[in-house]
């Protein structure tokens, strides 16, 4: 499974950023077995840190709180893509953003997607 993250870039505090991460390659789509997808996020100097995940298991949201109320995940089952709606940006969400999928055990990630919040 490949993943590709997309739709960083700069942004005014106050905005908002829409990212995306397609997969291919051994994906079977959303509908196979139980499967989590999740985003991440690493600032300079700093660990990664989930962001926003979802299980398949149990249907269950998790949201950071630090993002909670401003990100959204999503899935598109039909576009083979996943996604993150953030809004109300702050600098601090300044950060490399990666995407994961989940399933059987196995971890895929994306190749990170840079976005970057002016003051």
């Known amino acids: 499974v490949q993943l590709q993250a997309s739709g960083g870039g700069l942004v005014q505090a106050g905005g908002s950023r829409n990212l995306s991460c397609t997969f291919s390659?051994?994906?079977?789509?959303?509908?196979?077995?139980?499967?989590?997808i999740g985003w991440y996020r690493q600032a300079p100097g700093k660990h990664r840190e989930g962001v926003s995940c979802?299980?398949?298991?149990?249907?269950?949201?998790y949201y950071s709180d630090s993002v909670k109320g401003r990100f959204t995940i999503s899935r598109d089952a039909a576009k083979n893509t996943m996604y993150l709606q953030m809004s109300s940006l702050k600098p601090e969400d300044t950060a490399v953003y990666y995407c994961?999928?989940?399933?059987?055990?196995?971890?895929?990630w994306g190749q990170g997607t840079q976005v970057t919040v002016s003051s």
């Open positions: 979802f299980s398949s298991a149990d249907l269950s949201t």
């Open positions: 994961k999928f989940s399933q059987r055990g196995v971890d895929y």
């Open positions: 390659g051994s994906f079977n789509g959303f509908t196979s077995f139980f499967y989590g």
